[in-house]
């Protein structure tokens, strides 16, 4: 996984490893499920009126029901390769988070490690303490205000490796300007 992910997130510097890729939780396509679940009501309840009454405008019903299956599985999909493809990756230089949005658009954010000050986590909510689930806060020296990784997977852990790759990335920082201030 880490290995497909380094090809396909142009990661080519063969000091930066990949050290942990996650994405949200999967309680993110809750609102999807909804949506999915009322274009299934749209579309089996004028095809099931006019089954039962075997109505004389039944094969504009079974017309019907096909459009709201394709719409379906058109949404479906969408919403799916929105959540797959938006990911948090940690390498040994920074922390990339990518965000898919549908089949065409992508963001991605890159943060260097040096630049990361404080990280927090929060698990808010009894779904996110049944789940484990929760937001993890990042604050950074610019100032610019902190980063949000929300819905992640175990929060205490993605913290807690993400302050384990700073210190190793700052420690590796200290070493080369001390190394270039004795030059």
């Not at 990661?11 to 996650?22: A, F, L, P, S």
């Not at 484990?132 to 806060?137: A, E, K, N, S």
């Given at each position: 996984k880490r290995e497909r992910v380094k090809k396909r997130m142009s990661?080519?510097?063969?000091?930066?490893?990949?050290?942990?890729?996650?994405r949200q939780f999967p309680i993110v396509l809750r609102r999807s499920l909804i949506i999915c679940l009322v274009i299934v009501l749209l579309g089996i309840t004028p095809w099931s009126i006019a089954y039962g009454l075997e109505a004389n405008w039944l094969p504009i019903a079974n017309i019907w029901l096909l459009i709201s299956a394709g719409l379906l599985f058109i949404y479906a999909l969408r919403s799916w390769v929105g959540w797959h493809y938006s990911v948090y990756v940690l390498t040994s230089q920074r922390l990339m988070i990518v965000?898919?949005?549908?089949?065409?658009?992508?963001?991605?954010a890159d943060l260097a490690l040096h630049n990361v000050q404080n990280v927090n986590y929060a698990i808010k909510g009894i779904q996110g303490?049944?789940?484990?689930?929760?937001?993890?806060?990042?604050?950074?020296?610019?100032?610019?205000?902190?980063?949000k990784l929300r819905y992640v997977y175990k929060p205490a852990?993605?913290?807690?490796?993400?302050?384990?790759?700073?210190?190793?990335?700052?420690?590796?920082?200290?070493?080369?300007?001390?190394?270039?201030?004795?030059?």
């Open positions: 990661i080519t510097g063969d000091d930066e490893q990949v050290i942990i890729v996650t965000k898919q949005s549908g089949f065409f658009s992508r963001e991605v303490a049944m789940f484990g689930f929760g937001t993890v806060r990042i604050d950074t020296l610019s100032g610019s205000g902190a980063l852990k993605l913290q807690k490796e993400i302050m384990d790759a700073v210190h190793r990335a700052t420690k590796g920082t200290q070493k080369s300007d001390k190394i270039t201030s004795k030059v």
